[in-house]
């Protein structure tokens, strides 16, 4: 059975289009806050939306995400908060696909079976761990499948042509092609390392690849849906929250409107 | 390096206890270590684990190692009696591996010049590293001038106050020390730094890890280039006291002194390996880096092991006065020898720490960092259990010049302006 996941970047590619793929950390600005402002990120084109789990050591965020996890955990987010994110989005946008992006040692700690278990029975659709290797994932993806969730692999420029294969082989849902040899940050371009990679990893998969790290802009949100069968972004969506400085209308409409113009650049290739 | 000795006086037969052959191929000790890491360094830590296993059998790279070791760190460190200290340790004779004597002052240069002639031998140029103490971090800045590779070391910023010689040490070696103002502003987010940094310029950068945590095969390989430490001190102390210790004592933070020591002890089942960790202001309390006492395992910085943790996965912030202990990790193959039962792990005080390293400094004319004091204060209470005709061997893994500011505060050693000086303290 096709997933949602697989479902919904199956139907963008028939529009003949990019899917959008949008992140926020749970718990920022706030629970429920965060909630309201992942509905934006859908309602103003997202097709998928990636809650991150705020962590206190998130080693592969870069200064933005970092911020935002640091005011999420001070706000006191648990990962059963986590969870009702995921259900509240899941329960308000049913055409979307709701994924959870995680550190592993959360999902270590709550119980994996459990975890995947909770995650499902909250409608979301599968996680992303990106510090979980696939030599590390079998528990985890023996657990997701018994739930009907998605594992997305993140490949990066670095990752051999072998690796790439074997990597591809264990994931579903789409692959995360990371654009760029670094953490998560605004970038002025969108690495050249991207399509290259795309390339090679379309040569041992049939998975939709998606493309993130680095994408702010409908420029390159059109640039990368080129090549890309997805374009992910996650600090410029956390960033314009900041920069709203707390006034939470501004905040929806600042990311609504970004997400908008990222539906744009995605449909403009 | 050499392997172990053909002495006739080697000691007694040793026993082949079943997993001394860790890790397996996939970097784990039992259920502990592994590689949690993303994607982007797969290949950069499987090129350091199969450089590693090439220069592992190469003469030519043992031969450079041991000539390092020799000329340039001033290896075998000295094994040192300390009588006068030993008196106030009910009576059980002390003895110190002089880590402390190493060039840069602490043990740390013995893994960092192997892992230095490991990136030229990757064709590396530039090098980063974590540091807490800054011991390793000058340890890596040294190698970095000695070998002219560019240098950048992460240091919380809590530690580059605490710890401003060492600062000043690195940067007068021509090193870039960056001060992490993220999280605890200690060492977790040193490495959590140190690992951003790594990931972006993968291609010419080596991070020169410092200690036997990290993913598989940082415990191991950082483990290997301590061995020195136990294979000497196994020796030296066979043929000074003509049999082998009771106990082998050393601080554990990341634990690569403890493990430097111990390894070589593994196999000599009648040798208590005790690992002292920082307790802050005590176990009992929230204040304390005393991660295999109070830990549950878990995932941090790329293996499983005992990590200081909520319910929910997050790490807790450690305290310790000691810089280098104030680490909520540990290496995995610690947490393996604790399950095992091979090794026992004690919390030690900032108070009891403070109090050994004055006692040493009084008795021996011996000043220790406050990271190798907790050992020795590990040591003093052993000793006293052990009693009289007891022999327990110390790591000590550093000297204090570096602390002499905290020490300073602790025991108020500097003249108060318009006061009497007040040198006994507290
Ligand atoms: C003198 C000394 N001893 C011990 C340590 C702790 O490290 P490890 O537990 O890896 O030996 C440090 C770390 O900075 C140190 O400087």
């Not at chain 2, 010049?401 to 003249?415: R, V």
Request: hydrophobic share 40%.
């Amino acid at each position: 059975m096709a997933s949602k996941l697989s479902g919904i970047l199956a139907a963008a590619k028939a529009e003949g289009r990019a899917a959008l793929i949008g992140y926020l950390p749970a718990g920022f600005p706030s629970v429920d806050g965060g909630i309201r402002a992942v509905g934006a990120l859908i309602e103003g084109g997202c097709d998928i939306v990636e809650i991150g789990l705020p962590h206190s050591d998130p080693v592969l965020d870069g200064p933005t995400i970092q911020t935002a996890d640091d005011i999420a955990l001070r706000g006191g987010v648990r990962i059963k908060d986590v969870l009702r994110t995921v259900q509240e989005v899941a329960a308000a946008h049913p055409a979307a696909a709701v994924l959870v992006m995680t550190y592993w040692n959360p999902v270590d700690r709550y119980g994996v079976a459990r975890f995947a278990a909770d995650l499902a029975a909250a409608g979301g659709a599968g996680c992303i761990l990106p510090d979980l290797p696939v030599e590390e994932s079998v528990e985890w993806r023996k657990a997701a499948e018994e739930h009907g969730l998605d594992t997305v692999f993140v490949v990066a420029p670095s990752s051999k042509d072998r690796r790439l294969a074997e990597v591809t082989a264990a994931g579903s849902g789409f692959v995360y092609a990371a654009a760029v040899m670094g953490v998560t940050g605004s970038r002025a371009q969108v690495g050249d390392l991207a399509e290259d990679l795309v390339a090679r990893t379309r040569a041992t998969t049939e998975l939709p690849v998606c493309v993130g790290l680095g994408v702010s802009t409908r420029e390159q949100a059109a640039q990368v849906a080129g090549f890309a069968d997805g374009v992910i972004v996650g600090s410029a969506f956390v960033q314009r929250i900041l920069d709203a400085d707390g006034d939470e209308g501004a905040a929806l409409a600042a990311v609504r409107e970004l997400a908008g113009e990222l539906a744009q650049g995605v449909r403009r290739s | 390096m050499s392997e172990k000795s053909e002495n006739p006086s080697a000691g007694p037969e040793r026993d082949h206890l079943p997993g001394t052959e860790v890790p397996d191929a996939r970097g784990y000790f039992g259920a502990y270590g592994g590689r949690f890491i993303p994607e982007a360094l797969v290949a950069a830590v499987e090129q350091v684990a199969e450089e590693y296993e090439k220069a592992k059998s190469d003469p030519a790279f043992a031969a450079e190692l041991d000539a390092l070791l020799k000329d340039y760190t001033g290896r075998p460190s000295p094994l040192t009696d300390v009588r006068r200290f030993s008196a106030e340790a009910g009576g059980a004779r002390i003895l110190l591996k002089r880590e402390d004597l190493n060039h840069t002052g602490s043990h740390k240069i013995n893994n960092v010049l192997g892992q230095a002639l490991l990136t030229r031998r990757m064709g590396k140029t530039r090098i980063i590293a974590e540091t807490g103490a800054g011991q390793h971090g000058v340890a890596t800045a040294t190698a970095c001038a000695l070998f002219g590779f560019d240098c950048t070391i992460y240091m919380g910023e809590v530690d580059t106050q605490r710890q401003a010689l060492n600062v000043a040490r690195m940067r007068m070696l021509g090193a870039e020390v960056v001060s992490v103002t993220s999280g605890s502003r200690t060492l977790k987010d040193a490495i959590n730094e140190a690992f951003r940094d790594w990931v972006a310029n993968v291609d010419s950068t080596h991070y020169l890890f410092g200690t036997v945590a990290g993913p598989h095969p940082f415990p191991m390989m950082v483990r290997d280039f301590h061995r020195v430490i136990g294979i000497e001190a196994r020796q030296q102390v066979l043929d000074r006291t003509g049999r082998l210790p009771d106990a082998v004592v050393a601080c554990v933070g990341g634990g690569s002194n403890a493990m430097g020591i111990f390894h070589e002890f593994i196999p000599d089942a009648g040798v208590r390996l005790i690992g002292c960790e920082a307790a802050g202001e005590g176990a009992e309390t929230p204040r304390h880096a005393a991660t295999l006492t109070k830990g549950d395992p878990g995932v941090l910085h790329g293996s499983r092991t005992y990590v200081l943790q909520d319910e929910d996965g997050q790490t807790i912030e450690s305290h310790s006065i000691s810089a280098g202990l104030d680490y909520p990790g540990v290496g995995p193959e610690h947490a393996w020898l604790k399950d095992t039962g091979r090794a026992e792990y004690r919390p030690v005080t900032d108070d009891a720490a403070m109090q050994a390293l004055r006692l040493l400094s009084r008795t021996e004319g011996i000043i220790p960092a406050i990271e190798s004091a907790h050992a020795l204060a590990g040591a003093l209470e052993l000793g006293r259990e052990l009693g009289p005709g007891a022999t327990v061997l110390v790591s000590l893994s550093g000297r204090g010049d570096k602390d002499m500011h905290t020490a300073a505060e602790y025991f108020g050693l500097y003249d108060e302006p318009g006061a009497g000086s007040a040198h006994g303290g507290k």
